[in-house]
């Protein structure tokens, strides 16, 4: 057997969070760099109107985000628990539900989506401008979506079952291809939004050949076998226990983000939601590149806690803590001290320039706390801990953000939507923090 993750418990913390967050980084910044070149194609191959449609497609990408994280976060946290006690067999099963779980769940949004897509869009912020849009962009998407959640599903197995590098070559794959294909597609063939989305779903499907590739070998540790695609409900339930962290944090973003589009579209008019577009794409890369990081801390975190051995635990959730806030400080100074600069990457329209360069700076004010609450978010889904995991991903998006989105545009206007992101990061941070330290000392004492 190979990819027995055995090094989790022996080798150098420090240097197992370079080995394994690395290739997590590096994936998630690839794919956040995706993200922005899909966005600059876009915005200068079919033009500003084709941004704000962009931006109106989030609530409905984060979604699809909150499905997926809900089977593969739960999966691959327990999948690494299940490591730490050796039990390989019920590794091997959580991954073959994993998969028959994202063609079932993925199916049933290929149908609800087609169906009322125009209803969700509207919903999500559209105007009769952007709606053509937007609707163009998802109908070539949502074709591929069963091999979307396939990849980025079974991308979070292979980090967890010792193969992060592997998982890093898929999504650089991934991006390589939509690079190539994009400007073909949208300038080369004139598709416009159904080129960018058609070059995503390509792209993906074919790095998943690469991901069933690598789980069919059975020199693997964790493999393709018989019997582990028929649905365990006992290991589901504990899985989307796991995994309900992050999907109500995705599905609250949904809300935040129809909230905020239709707002912005009764503030600001589709400049101000094009503005929102950028700004997203660019905090998108900082965000991700902490995820990132987290990813390659929870199967130290999950193992090890597993393995009842905390204090290598403890080590990975400090060392984590601070090189998120390091990531975070950066994409803070450059929000602040270069807007204009990185706006102008994605249009050459100088009013959604302003408006954009405007709204970063009021937006990435509290980016520097981002670390924290990301870390000791994914810290508590690593260890179980389910609803302080659930609480502290609902408390921006939900019990924070919702309340100041409400309020502040009545006083601000279009600078109230801005203000109340870094106003509620901020209040989150602090109860973060504090929920993390009580806890922290409560674990302490296992250890000792």
């Not at 984060?62 to 593969?72: D, E, G, H, K």
């Not at 360069?357 to 980016?367: L, P």
Request: charged fraction near 10%.
């Amino acid at each position: 057997m190979i990819n027995k993750p055995k090094e989790l418990e022996t080798e150098s913390v420090s240097r197992l969070l370079l080995k394994y967050a690395l290739p997590s980084i590096v994936a998630s910044t690839v794919m956040s760099i995706f993200n922005i070149v899909d966005s600059i194609f876009i915005g200068h191959g079919v033009g500003t109107l084709g941004l704000s449609g962009l931006a109106v497609l989030l609530p409905l990408m984060n979604m699809m985000i909150a499905f997926s994280t809900l089977v593969a976060i739960g999966g691959a946290n327990l999948m690494s628990i299940r490591l730490g006690q050796k039990d390989y067999k019920s590794a091997n099963v959580i991954l073959g539900n994993v998969v028959t779980l994202s063609i079932i769940y993925a199916t049933i949004l290929i149908i609800v989506c087609y169906t009322f897509l125009d209803k969700i869009l509207i919903l999500s912020g559209a105007s009769a401008e952007t709606l053509p849009y937007a609707r163009s962009f998802m109908q070539v998407f949502l074709a591929g979506v069963i091999f979307t959640q396939l990849f980025f599903n079974l991308n979070a197995m292979l980090r967890s079952s010792a193969a992060p590098k592997k998982a890093m070559i898929a999504t650089i794959g991934m991006v390589f291809i939509v690079v190539i294909l994009n400007p073909i597609f949208i300038f080369g063939l004139k598709m416009g939004m159904r080129g960018s989305a058609l070059a995503t779903v390509l792209s993906q499907a074919i790095m998943l050949c690469y991901q069933l590739h690598h789980f069919n070998n059975k020199n693997n540790c964790i493999h393709f076998q018989k019997g582990i695609f028929k649905l365990r409900w006992n290991m589901i339930s504990k899985m989307m226990s796991i995994g309900l962290s992050p999907f109500f944090m995705n599905l609250t973003a949904c809300v935040v983000v129809i909230i905020i589009t239709n707002s912005l579209t009764r503030y600001g008019g589709d400049m101000a939601v094009g503005a929102y577009g950028i700004i997203n794409r660019f905090l998108f890369l900082f965000v991700m590149v902490v995820i990132g990081l987290m990813q390659g801390m929870q199967p130290i975190v999950g193992y090890n806690y597993g393995a009842r051995l905390y204090n290598r635990a403890f080590k990975a959730l400090r060392l984590s803590i601070m090189f998120a806030t390091v990531i975070s400080v950066i994409g803070f100074l450059l929000g602040e001290f270069f807007p204009h600069m990185i706006t102008s990457m994605f249009t050459t329209d100088k009013q959604l320039t302003e408006i954009a360069a405007s709204g970063m700076r009021i937006m990435m004010m509290a980016v520097p706390l981002l670390g924290i609450q990301v870390i000791s978010t994914g810290f508590f889904q690593s260890i179980g801990y389910v609803k302080t995991a659930i609480f502290l991903s609902l408390l921006r998006q939900l019990i924070l953000i919702i309340p100041a989105l409400l309020i502040f545009p009545l006083f601000f206007g279009l600078n109230g939507i801005w203000m109340s992101i870094p106003v509620s990061d901020t209040l989150a941070a602090i109860i973060s923090v504090t929920i993390l330290m009580y806890n922290y000392k409560q674990l302490k004492k296992l250890a000792n």
